[in-house]
C-alpha cells in the first residue's frame, strides 16, 4: 500500500548511512540543490539529512563529502521526490581549501 511504501521509505531514510572507505579515492562529492521555496519543508529536511550523513557545509545549497554516496543522494532523491535538476551530484577531483576539508573530514 501506499501507507507502507512511506513507511518503509522512512525507515531505510532514518538508517542511512555512508561508510568511510579504507583509503580515499581524491575525490569530493559536491550536492547541489535548487529547491523551491514551495517545498521550503522539504528543502530543510534534506539540509538536516546532509548534516546527519556528515555532510560539509560549503553554502546554503552546496554541500561536500570525501566518500562515495551516490545511492545515499539516489535515495535522498527518491524519497523526497526531487529531480536530478533539483538535487544534484558532481565529483570533484580538486576544491579550493582542500586543506580546511582534509582536516574538517580527517583524511
Do not use: M, Y
Not at 548534516?51 to 570525501?66: G, T
Not at 554516496?69 to 524519497?79: N, S, T, Y
Not at 544534484?88 to 583524511?107: D, H, P, T, W, Y
Request: include cysteine.
Amino acid at each position: 500500500t501506499e501507507e507502507g511504501k512511506k513507511r518503509a521509505g522512512w525507515l531505510q531514510i532514518n538508517n542511512l548511512q555512508i561508510a568511510k572507505q579504507k583509503k580515499w579515492d581524491r575525490k569530493w562529492r559536491v550536492v547541489v540543490f535548487d529547491i523551491p521555496d514551495k517545498n521550503k519543508i522539504k528543502r530543510e529536511a534534506l539540509r538536516g539529512f546532509l548534516k546527519r550523513l556528515q555532510f560539509c557545509k560549503l553554502q546554503d545549497s552546496v554541500w561536500i563529502h570525501p566518500f562515495d554516496c551516490r545511492d545515499e543522494i539516489a535515495l535522498l532523491r527518491e524519497f523526497f521526490g526531487f529531480g536530478s535538476i533539483e538535487l544534484q551530484l558532481l565529483v570533484a577531483e580538486k576544491v579550493e581549501n582542500e586543506g580546511v576539508l582534509r582536516k574538517v573530514f580527517r583524511i
